[in-house]
């Protein structure tokens, strides 16, 4: 099973984000976007790949050890990662969010699954492009500045996720865990 560990949205959040996309979505001469459908928008604290059932058990339990108090979030611009054809709504890394990703990843590492080497980049996936089109990502960045004006949300809890294969993408929690 594919997992990673992140903070679900608020409805919301959802509905705000869902407005801004339609806006975004109006926007002349877009690329031939896939966009990812509100109900797999979340906030990705740490990708795990592939785990096995052992592993499964043993990230489940790890995360119930992870403690902390509830985190503020705040929008940030529009934004695209150019190489991975990826659109996204930024999200501004507070210390206390980047204090709970690094503390997933702690407890992720002893089940025997590495981070990600990359900084942590908060976001939420709105669209990916097909195999053309990376490069009009900075046009559709420039059209949508300042719609990502969502209102900043309290996150107080994250779950475990797991992607199953298929289009469109399909997460499944698989359990959640409160802040203490």
């Known amino acids: ?10 409805e919301q959040t959802t509905a705000e984000i869902h407005q801004i996309v339609g806006r975004i979505r109006l926007a002349p001469g877009l690329p031939n976007l896939r966009w990812s459908p509100p109900e797999s928008w ?4 740490q990708f795990l790949g592939t ?28 934004g695209a990662f150019q190489s991975a054809g990826v659109l996204y ?9 980047t204090a709970l990703q690094k503390r997933i990843t702690a407890a992720t590492a002893l089940c025997g699954l590495s981070a990600e080497e990359r900084p942590y980049h908060p976001h939420i996936t709105l669209a990916r492009t ?8 900075s046009a559709i960045v420039k059209v949508s500045g300042g ?5 900043a949300l309290t996150a107080s809890e994250f779950a475990l996720y797991e992607s199953v294969p298929g289009a469109p993408a399909c997460y499944v929690i698989r359990e959640r865990f409160a802040f203490a």
Do not use: W
Not at 42 to 45: A, E, F, P, S, V
Not at 52 to 70: G, I, N
Not at 130 to 137: K, V
């Open 42 to 45: 979340h906030i990705t604290l």
């Open 130 to 137: 097909r195999s053309t089109g990376r490069r009009e990502l």
């Open 51 to 78: 785990a096995t059932p052992e592993q499964y058990a043993c990230l489940a339990d790890r995360l119930r050890s992870v403690h902390a108090a509830t985190v503020r979030i705040a929008p940030d611009e529009i």
């Open 147 to 151: 719609l990502n004006r969502f209102q």
């Open 89 to 97: 709504a930024g999200l501004k890394p507070s210390p206390e969010l």
């Open 1 to 10: 099973m594919r997992l990673f560990v992140a903070i679900p949205l608020p």
